[in-house]
């Protein structure tokens, strides 16, 4: 059977060079291919029109208050990635990978993230401008948000440069949280002789809080109850899903200071 179907074959080109010589036979494998090509262009043609649509029905199905957030958080990352030189593969996909890993955006979500990356890029906002637009537009809640990704992308590779805690500095005072600047870091989880928390933990723990060495036991409690209410899970429905569980890490490490200041002694127990 193999032997006949390459029989026919040859048979096949025999005929052609029979009818029409060389020229027909080259003329005949430049159509078969000028089709692949046209299918494979109205192939991709096809599928970049899909994708496109596919975000732009994304976007159009969430509030204008998600889009601008997410609009000004990815410029914003853009510029932290930035610092250090110009931008390049790895710094993009550390963006694209904490939206993927962290907030769970997948398919159209991941291509709207891309093409605000590339628009990022282009722009020449200042960063100022952004954090002033953010601050008059969005409350507390969404602003220390902004902050507490910056800080999570920053240490993605476990180290934050110098240049890094300025920048992530520098957002947080055009926003209006120098006193929780501190509250973003990760101190070491040591204890000082007889249990009680060491001095960064307790540092950590009032920066996390709003407040500095020096509050008393009403401040502390005040600031506590006051975060508590402000930092609601429930009071970023309008950002979506995605964000509610950056707002959930955010309360537990609210309660998680109040228990470290009532266990070092400046809050009553």
């Not at 390049?88 to 991941?110: M, P, S, T, W």
């Not at 204890?191 to 307790?202: F, L, R, T, Y």
């Not at 036991?217 to 429930?234: G, M, Q, V």
Request: aromatic share 8%; glycine share 8%; proline share 3%.
């Amino acid at each position: 059977m193999p032997y006949r179907t390459n029989l026919g074959c040859l048979w096949g080109v025999l005929l052609v060079l029979l009818l029409g010589g060389m020229p027909l036979l080259i003329g005949v494998v430049r159509v078969f291919f000028g089709l692949v090509l046209i299918v494979f262009v109205v192939g991709m043609a096809a599928t970049w029109w899909i994708r496109r649509n596919a975000v732009l029905h994304y976007t159009q199905t969430r509030g204008s208050r998600h889009r601008v957030f997410v609009e000004k958080l990815v410029v914003l990352l853009v510029r932290l990635a930035e610092i250090d030189g110009e931008l390049d593969r790895r710094e993009v996909a550390a963006i694209r990978q904490f939206f993927q890993n962290d907030l769970g955006y997948k398919d159209e979500q991941l291509l709207w993230i891309r093409d605000l990356i590339k628009e990022s890029r282009r722009s020449t906002e200042d960063v100022e401008a952004i954090c002033s637009e953010i601050r008059s537009n969005f409350m507390l809640q969404e602003r220390v948000i902004v902050l507490q990704v910056l800080a999570r992308v920053a240490n993605a590779d476990g180290r934050v440069t110098e240049s890094e805690r300025e920048y992530v500095e520098r957002v947080a005072r055009f926003l209006g949280l120098e006193a929780f600047i501190g509250g973003f870091g990760a101190s070491s989880p040591g204890s000082m002789p007889g249990g009680k928390p060491g001095a960064d933990q307790v540092d950590e723990a009032l920066a996390t809080l709003g407040l500095r060495r020096g509050a008393g036991p009403d401040d502390i409690k005040a600031a506590w109850r006051s975060l508590s209410k402000e930092n609601h899970p429930d009071r970023v429905t309008h950002l979506g899903e995605e964000f509610r569980s950056l707002a959930e890490e955010r309360m537990r490490k609210i309660n998680s200071a109040y228990e470290t200041l009532k266990d070092s002694g400046l809050a009553a127990p």
